[in-house]
């Protein structure tokens, strides 16, 4: 409980004196005006008692038999917990001037000189409250408010639904500095609550039962029974709910945590839920755009893999999951003469205009495929007819073509990270070249062969590059994760993705894998 909250509720006095009748007389008066009192003979007494019990003021003796009264004020203004707590120094001995003013430059609040009257000891320690409550009032609501402008920013910096009502309950249990429950309901409609026992405790994120469209639109705030409450919050008797719906078309989300953490001021508790309705309504509209850019690109991929006879095919595609916007990494499968065309590249940017120029790019190497040119002609033709209709635009390229029966390649790159063939070993197909944009010489295409169980394998730098890590030393932990080859193809493009980006895709990925029975 906060000192404002006990202040509102009966304050607790510590009189501290060595001479028992004086204590007898000043706990009678105090008592007599409402208070709960309790006592200290001693400086270390008072300390003791300070650093156990929730004290909201202290009527203290100047001369004391092991310390100076002067002394223990400044020991309790000196700890952080106590340093609002209103101190009174009584004393019939140390009246001076001087006296009064040590007094007060070392910590008291107020001096009173005996003889006192019980009407101006009462009045002095209602003054001395009213202003700690005020002060603890502000000091409470400075908190919670730094509180909110964090949980805001951690909210609106969630990259997905459940971390943001993590967030957003964590945040809650910290501003108000108990348990809390935050409800609300995904793109995918589902509705779900983030719950957590109290400030710094362990979020745990269950399928929520009550209905969020049953809210009017608009912020309100109602108090619940604890009994009628699905989840407990603490081990309150009524809950507060806060709720925000935006809009009629959008369920609401709620916000609740027990009456007492309140106190007098519930500004803070609505501005909570109306932060985290606007973080949820952007995720969702962040959820629905994503959807729609994905289903996109995807529709200007290839539908489905060829069937090649003596050849095993697998394609895994991922779009980073931090884009709303359209990549530019694509792949191409087609079989022109018995012969398998094989590509993968890269439109430099995300956008939906790369996307495009992925799509006009593969449908130039299917075009000049089907007319029968080397991997390295039909290079130098998409390349010029990026130059001449798209200039200034970039893109790497991987080509190749496969004879399925005697196992030979013909490959051309342009400026694309090298295929890795896996027979026994590994080993990368290098060959340096420009990237399609580049006016420059091309060198002659690349011919190996491709043994019977050898795989060989294609991707986007999504897969290998990551910033501040070298380029060689990703391509060397792709050479040793795609050592072993699983006998479903798939598995082992799956595989490759969750060893070599375990954690959130930060650009879109493309792998493909041919394998020669």
Not at 47 to 71: K, N, T
Not at 309 to 336: H, K, M, N, R
Not at 386 to 394: Q, V, Y
Request: net charge negative; hydrophobic share 45%; proline share 5%.
């Amino acid at each position: 409980m906060t000192g404002a909250e006990r202040v509102g509720t009966g304050a607790t006095i510590l009189v501290v004196d060595d001479s028992a009748a004086k204590r007898y007389l000043l706990v009678s008066w105090l008592t007599r005006a409402g208070f709960r009192v309790v006592q200290a003979d001693s400086g270390h007494a008072a300390l003791d008692r300070m650093a156990r019990e929730e004290i909201d003021l202290v009527v203290l003796d100047v001369r004391l038999g092991d310390m100076s009264g002067f002394e223990v004020s400044e020991r309790i203004k000196a700890d952080p917990r106590n340093a609002s707590r209103p101190v009174i120094h009584v004393s019939a001995h140390a009246v001076s001037v001087a006296d009064r003013a040590q007094g007060l430059t070392r910590g008291a609040d107020a001096y009173l000189v005996e003889p006192i009257e019980p009407d101006e000891l009462i009045a002095t320690t209602q003054a001395a409250l009213r202003y700690y409550r005020a002060r603890s009032r502000a000091e409470l609501l400075a908190a919670r408010l730094a509180a909110l402008v964090e949980t805001t920013l951690a909210v609106n910096s969630a990259t997905s639904f459940a971390p943001l009502l993590d967030a957003a309950a964590s945040g809650a249990a910290r501003i108000f500095g108990t348990g809390s429950t935050v409800a609300g309901q995904d793109a995918d409609g589902r509705r779900w609550a983030a719950v957590v026992g109290g400030p710094g405790g362990r979020v745990t994120i269950r399928e929520w039962a009550a209905d969020l469209h049953a809210v009017p639109v608009g912020v309100g705030m109602h108090l619940v029974p604890a009994a009628e409450w699905p989840l407990p919050v603490g081990s309150a008797e009524r809950v507060c709910v806060a709720t925000a719906r935006l809009r009629a078309d959008r369920p609401a989300v709620q916000v609740a945590v027990p009456e007492s953490a309140l106190t007098t001021e519930s500004d803070t508790l609505s501005q909570l839920v109306q932060a985290v309705a606007t973080a949820v309504e952007a995720q969702r509209s962040y959820d629905e755009e994503h959807r729609i850019a994905v289903m996109l690109q995807r529709s200007l991929l290839p539908q489905r893999l060829p069937d090649v006879a003596g050849l095993d095919l697998a394609v895994c595609y991922e779009p980073a999951s931090a884009q709303t916007e359209v990549g530019g990494d694509f792949y191409e499968l087609a079989v022109i003469d018995d012969r398998l065309v094989a590509a993968i590249g890269d439109v430099a940017g995300h956008s939906l205009h790369a996307a495009t120029v992925m799509a006009e790019l593969r449908h130039a190497i299917r075009a000049y495929a089907v007319e029968r040119h080397p991997p390295g002609a039909v290079l130098e033709r998409v390349n010029e007819l990026l130059r001449s209709l798209l200039p200034g635009e970039f893109a790497t390229l991987c080509l190749l073509t496969l004879e399925p029966e005697t196992g030979r390649v013909r490959m051309a790159s342009a400026g694309h990270l090298p295929p890795l063939l896996v027979t026994d070993s590994t080993e990368f197909v290098e060959q340096r070249a420009p990237l399609l944009g580049v006016r420059a010489r091309r060198p002659a295409d690349l011919e190996f062969v491709l043994p019977p169980g050898a795989t060989l394998v294609l991707y986007t730098d999504g897969l290998v590059e990551r910033r501040e890590v070298d380029l060689d030393r990703r391509l060397a932990e792709l050479a040793v994760a795609a050592a072993t080859v699983e006998p479903d193809l798939d598995a082992f493009c799956q595989r490759l993705l969750a060893e070599l980006t375990p954690g959130e895709i930060t650009d879109d990925i493309a792998v493909l894998a041919l394998r020669r029975h």
